[in-house]
């Protein structure tokens, strides 16, 4: 990530956003607790004024209760709240839109579909597999 993620987010604040955005975002917020600042590219889906998004990293837990963010989303900058998701219904449907939006194949690499009984592809949350949910503003 540490040569990756820079170069998204150059791209991603760039006049040439449109290659990536319609997946991508950047995602800025300060700890909760150390107020450092993040601004990190992640992946999204979108349903109406909701982004899902997931994590194995720690950051996320800064969202727990709700939390303000500021996103850099399709070239504009738009402030939002975050939470974590612990729905496992929610977190299913999230799933099933990341399969629907990117692959059977790009869900298995991340974790989230591995072979069931008689080889039958089945959803599953990764362990350390932190959900959010932001609301557009």
């Known amino acids: ?8 987010k150059v791209i991603l604040n760039s006049p040439f956003h449109g290659l990536l955005s319609n997946n991508l975002m950047v995602l800025n917020f300060r700890g909760r607790k150390s107020g450092k600042p993040y601004s990190i590219p992640v992946g999204y889906t979108q349903e109406g004024n909701t982004l899902t998004l997931f994590s194995h990293a720690k950051w996320a837990r800064n969202f ?19 939470r974590l998701i612990t729905d496992h219904a929610v977190i299913r449907a999230a799933i099933e839109r990341m399969i629907a ?37």
């Open 101 to 137: 939006n990117g692959g059977e194949k790009m869900a298995a690499m991340m974790g989230f579909v591995a072979p069931g009984s008689e080889g039958a592809p089945q959803l599953q949350l990764p362990k350390g597999t932190t959900f959010v949910a932001i609301e557009l503003t």
């Open 64 to 82: 727990e209760g709700g939390y303000p963010v500021l996103l850099r989303l399709r070239g504009e900058r738009r402030p939002a709240t975050a």
């Open 1 to 8: 990530y540490g040569i990756v993620n820079p170069a998204m």
